[in-house]
Structure formats: structure tokens, C-alpha cells
């Protein structure tokens, strides 16, 4: 089983970024996904993440400015990020956790906020 993040990049203050999460077999199989972020220097923190029935939670640091879903076919799951602030740039990883199994991460992908 394999998460494969992809999205991110350089962009402005204030600007937008989409980032993927690609499953290899049905996030619905996942009881919950989620994305984490690391920035240099800093502890992982939990950004976003979505239970199998749909449900989401958000770090108060993103509340109304990121948005987490997934998409029909049921194989990807998305992070929109608006209005990014210079504090947003990190690492991102995704995750898929699984009942009976160990969390599986993916790779992360690289978001750096800067004009």
C-alpha cells in the first residue's frame, strides 16, 4: 500500500496551492487520512484530516483557509490551501490509517510560502 504526495511549490503570500494524495488502493479502505507538516526546525503538526464517513478536522493555524477532501473515484485525497502565510511553509506528508495495521506515510512534498 503506498501514499504518493505531489503539489507542492513556490508560491506567494497570500497565493493558493492544491496537494494530492494518491492512494494505491481505496481511501475508503482508510479510516482516516490526513496531512502533516514539518518545518524546519519545528515538530511535525497535524494539519487536516478526514474519516472514512467524511468527517474532518482542522489545526486551528488553517481553520477557513485550508480545505480537505477526496474525490469520487475514491482514490485521491486533496489539501486546498488559501491565503498562504510565509508560517505555512514546510514539508507536507500524508497518511492513511488503516484498522489493524501500522499508519502508512507517504513522501512528502515541498511547500515554501515567499515572495
Known amino acids: 500500500v503506498q501514499l504518493q504526495a505531489s503539489g507542492g511549490g513556490l508560491v506567494q503570500p497570500g497565493g493558493s496551492l492544491r496537494l494530492s494524495c494518491a492512494a494505491s488502493?481505496?481511501?475508503?479502505?482508510?479510516?482516516?487520512m490526513a496531512w502533516y507538516r514539518q518545518a524546519p526546525g519545528k515538530q511535525r503538526e497535524l494539519v487536516a484530516d478526514?474519516?472514512?464517513?467524511?468527517?474532518?478536522n482542522y489545526a486551528d493555524s488553517v481553520k477557513g483557509r485550508f480545505t480537505i477532501s477526496r474525490d469520487i473515484a475514491g482514490k485521491t485525497v486533496y489539501l486546498q490551501m488559501n491565503s498562504l502565510k510565509p508560517e505555512d511553509t514546510a514539508v507536507y506528508s500524508c497518511?492513511?490509517?488503516?484498522?489493524?495495521?501500522?499508519?502508512?506515510w507517504g513522501q512528502g512534498t515541498e511547500v515554501t510560502v515567499s515572495s
Open positions: 478526514i474519516t472514512s464517513s467524511g468527517g474532518t
Open positions: 488502493l481505496s481511501i475508503f479502505s482508510f479510516r482516516k
Open positions: 497518511t492513511g490509517d488503516r484498522v489493524g495495521f501500522l499508519r502508512i
